[in-house]
């Protein structure tokens, strides 16, 4: 693993100019070979999908679709059960906008959720009517499962949550949600936006209803995202837009819309993003999610074992490493974690997040950091180089604070 971090590292710029990058929760680096496979699309073959029947035409056709198949493999699904959409935020909007709600449903979701899968089902409550119930969290951020099942009754239309938090990094256990959700005829839908990246994700496996992930945070480019539609579940669920592509007729006063994943992506489609996802996909099936995962570990426990000899640091979310993905929210001495965000840039060149990563309602009511947190995410392009960097810059940075 370490010749191949050594390697992947020598293409991405950051590295290249002795920045340590600790943000990928935000936003993962792009490699070179995902750059290349875009560039090839506008070069050799850009044209628009599904309309031209030119080689040029026939060609992106194929290179699209052929990136639908590889998400489907990558995550255990079916192409047709693969909707391309420009991010997690709007895969979960189309679940929440297409079902069909009324005032007697309840929608379940809890304190661990990014306001993408928070404040959707607050707006569908007030739109639609129906109650939302919030599930609690116990002192380190893990699902209170007997809060949720409190929850839950045969009026919840659906379950939300989070398969990886982007604050704690806390790990939920989505088949016993799944089953929890099946025993009352409830749905559930993922937000697998932290996990998809970093550990192997089978639909099939979770038996989930919905999983939504971004591109842009595992080695894709910004743009594009996937919203997995279980099979016999897209004829219960309407597009968020219609237009162009989508029709299979229209008449006068009528139109008929065509089955599939063409049914929810209107318009001409990111062709150079989905390709783009396509190549990343292709490096991290070639690396192994489950030694990417396992890298990782060795980084997080590396990182919650240091930080915890450090005097004045806060440590939030399971200290057991094993329960959490590579995330680690702190503060520093009861500074503002801009403040201290700032200092490791400018005196360390080390770029970690801070705020409350659009996770409010988690910061207030658990945490009890209403100005937020200090968040060191990593990926498998770090090392413990990079770790040992950002302990010893914080060690230096408390004992300036103190003197």
């Not at 590295?15 to 490699?31: C, H, N, R």
């Not at 592509?245 to 599939?260: P, Q």
């Amino acid at each position: 693993m370490e010749s191949l971090v050594k390697s992947l590292r020598e293409e991405l710029p950051f590295f290249k100019d002795g920045y340590v990058y600790l943000d990928s929760a935000s936003t993962s680096l792009t490699p070179k070979l995902v750059i290349d496979a875009m560039i090839e699309y506008y070069k050799e073959y850009r044209a628009n999908i599904g309309r031209g029947v030119y080689y040029a035409a026939k060609f992106a056709t194929y290179a699209y679709e052929e990136a639908r198949e590889k998400v489907a493999k990558f995550i255990n699904a079916k192409p047709e059960e693969i909707i391309f959409v420009k991010n997690s935020t709007e895969a979960i909007n189309i679940v929440a906008r297409g079902l069909n709600f009324n005032r007697e449903d309840n929608i379940v979701t809890t304190l661990l959720e990014h306001h993408s899968n928070y404040i959707i089902w607050l707006n569908i409550g007030k739109i639609r009517g129906c109650s939302i119930r919030i599930a609690g969290l116990d002192e380190e951020g893990n699902i209170d499962i007997e809060s949720l099942i409190s929850h839950v009754d045969k009026k919840t239309k659906i379950i939300a949550i989070t398969q990886t938090s982007n604050v704690l990094g806390v790990k939920t256990p989505i088949k016993e949600i799944v089953k929890i959700a099946q025993e009352n005829g409830s749905l559930v839908l993922v937000d697998g936006a932290q996990s998809v990246p970093h550990m192997k994700v089978d639909v099939r496996d979770l038996n989930c209803d919905f999983l939504a992930f971004s591109g842009h945070k595992m080695c894709g480019p910004t743009g594009i995202g996937v919203l997995y539609i279980k099979e016999g579940l897209q004829e219960h669920l309407e597009p968020l837009c219609i237009g162009g592509g989508v029709v299979e007729d229209v008449n006068l006063d009528d139109y008929i819309l065509k089955k599939g994943p063409a049914k929810y992506e209107a318009g001409t489609p990111p062709i150079a993003e989905a390709i783009g996802l396509g190549a990343a996909i292709s490096l991290l099936s070639n690396i192994g999610m489950d030694r990417i995962e396992a890298y990782e570990q060795i980084l997080t426990e590396k990182l919650i074992e240091g930080l915890s000899k450090v005097e004045k640091i806060k440590l939030y979310g399971p200290r057991d490493a094993s329960k959490r993905a590579g995330i680690v929210a702190f503060n520093v001495n009861e500074k503002d974690p801009h403040d201290v965000a700032v200092m490791l840039d400018e005196r360390a060149k080390i770029m970690v997040r801070s705020g409350c990563h659009c996770a409010l309602p988690l910061h207030k009511y658990v945490l009890k950091a209403p100005n937020g947190t200090v968040r060191a995410s990593l990926y498998f392009y770090n090392t413990l180089d990079d770790v040992v960097k950002l302990i010893e810059a914080l060690d230096k940075m408390i004992n300036f604070f103190i003197s």
